[in-house]
Structures are given as structure tokens and as C-alpha cells.
């Protein structure tokens, strides 16, 4: 399955304490049942990570690759009724990054492989539309 839009989220918490407290919760809110939705609507990947060289902040990255454009937006949907409410426990802001893939190199595919939408203004029409 290829992958034809990513999110990048950036979390950027107030404390070590404040971003271990997320840490801690990530499956409490992210129940299994949740991503079993996301999943069935198109949500391919989600990978947390610490963001290590922005030295004396807490920030976590998320990245998300979805199947399309419109698996981004029901995903999101889901979401919104169930994660964004929790979001108020946390002192953090998040800021999110969304995107079309046009050059992708995986270690197994030998070599790049180029979308064909090269350009900027097709794929910020294809972004706008996510």
C-alpha cells in the first residue's frame, strides 16, 4: 500500500514532566478500538518520537501517513470526537504540517521513486483539498 498523504504534528510541552505525562497516557487515549477505526478509514502509520535536537525544549513529532487525502479527512473526524477533548490535560501546542508525497526513496524499492506531481501548485491543490 503507498502512502498518499502525510501529516507531520509537532507537540511542544511546557516540562519534561508535562510531555512524560502524555507519554504515559498515549494508550489510555489512543485506545486500541480508536486505531482499529483509523485504521479501517485509511490511517497507515503513526510514529511518536522525541525531538532531541531543539536542546532545553520537550517536543514530540508525529507522523502520520494516511492512503489518501480523504482517509486524512474522516480520520480526523474520529479524531476530533474522541482525542481533541483530551488535549486540555496536557500544556502543550500543537502545530501540524500536512502534505503530498513527490520524491519517496525506501531502503527496499532501489531507488526514488518521483510522483508525477512535481510542481508546487498542483500539490498545493492536492493539499488544500486534505
Not at 522525541?50 to 525544549?57: A, E, M, P, V
Not at 520537550?58 to 481533541?84: D, H, M, R
Amino acid at each position: 500500500m503507498q502512502t498518499s498523504c502525510v501529516n507531520f504534528t509537532e507537540l511542544r510541552f511546557t516540562s519534561e514532566a508535562a510531555l512524560t505525562r502524555y507519554l504515559e497516557q498515549i494508550e489510555i487515549i489512543w485506545t486500541d478500538d480508536i486505531m482499529s477505526k483509523l485504521s479501517k478509514l485509511g490511517l497507515q502509520r503513526k510514529s511518536v518520537m522525541r525531538i532531541w535536537n531543539h536542546q532545553d525544549q520537550f517536543k514530540l513529532g508525529i507522523l502520520w501517513e494516511y492512503t489518501s487525502p480523504a482517509a486524512f479527512k474522516e480520520c480526523q473526524k474520529v479524531i476530533s470526537a474522541n482525542i481533541l477533548p483530551h488535549a486540555h490535560k496536557f500544556e502543550m501546542v500543537a502545530r501540524s504540517l500536512r502534505g503530498v508525497p513527490v520524491v519517496d526513496w525506501r531502503s527496499d524499492a532501489g531507488g526514488f521513486t518521483i510522483s508525477g506531481e512535481i510542481n508546487a501548485d498542483s500539490n498545493k491543490e492536492t493539499a488544500e483539498t486534505a
